[in-house]
């Protein structure tokens, strides 16, 4: 079956770092790819997608580039802020209907000032 | 306006009480899920319901059963509950017409607590 695998933090980094967190996935088809993030006591919000190979997804300063060769979406941020700390999900879709989302097992980050 | 909301925010409960958790959505989807989010962290679907019709039913427990009066409402009840249900519960809605284009949105969460 399908599955996404990320790297398990706590991750902690220094104010205005540059930021990756690794996802790669297994896949029987062609997913769409997504990152997700959880901020404390909330749900989950959309952070960025791509749905095909070579596609770059990008949102408040982050990005991720779709890369099939690999099998990997990794997240990236050139220089990170308090605000940022939170839990980040990497994940797929390869159905449509009503299939679910297939997530990895999220990734804390901890920015320190 | 709130898209997917769900009520209580907080359930505090003791083993064996029966519950319920209720989820609307007001985007005009037509599909919505039920997630699990462990101690861990980890989230993994429980239900999918597309025009009020049962679509995933990942390995839960007969005890968790899903109910949708409407495209726009999706309850979660569940009987006698046990230490090993505590968890944050997320209901999520989609588009299911888009394909595997369509991202899910997300509610702010349940939090449960079996005591």
């Known amino acids: 079956g399908d599955s996404v695998t990320q790297m398990e933090g706590p991750v902690t980094l220094s104010e205005e770092a540059f930021l990756t967190i690794n996802c790669t996935y297994t896949?029987?088809?062609?997913?769409?790819l997504f990152w997700y993030v959880q901020y404390p006591g909330e749900g989950l919000q959309l952070l960025l997608k791509?749905?095909?190979?070579?596609d770059k997804g990008s949102n408040k300063g982050f990005e991720a580039t779709y890369r099939k060769e690999t099998t990997s979406f990794h997240l990236e941020k050139g220089s990170v802020q308090v605000s940022d700390s939170a839990v980040y999900f990497c994940a797929l879709r390869e159905g449509g209907g009503a299939d679910g989302l297939t997530f990895g097992k999220g990734t804390h980050l901890i920015i320190q000032p | 306006d709130t898209a997917v909301s769900q009520t209580p925010k907080y359930l505090v409960t003791q083993m064996g009480n029966d519950k319920s958790i209720k989820c609307e959505q007001n985007l005009g989807h037509d599909t919505m899920y039920w997630y699990k989010q462990d101690s861990k962290k980890f989230l993994k679907i429980m239900f999918s319901y597309n025009n009020k019709e049962l679509i995933i039913n990942e390995t839960v427990p007969n005890r968790f059963s899903p109910k949708s009066p409407d495209k726009a409402h999706l309850n979660l009840h569940i009987n006698s509950l046990e230490l090993g249900d505590s968890a944050v519960y997320f209901c999520?809605?989609?588009?299911?017409?888009?394909?595997?284009?369509?991202?899910?949105?997300f509610g702010q969460g349940t939090r449960l607590t079996v005591v």
């Open positions: 791509a749905t095909k190979a070579d």
């Open positions: 896949a029987t088809g062609y997913p769409s």
């Open positions: 999520a809605s989609s588009q299911a017409g888009t394909g595997r284009f369509t991202e899910a949105f």
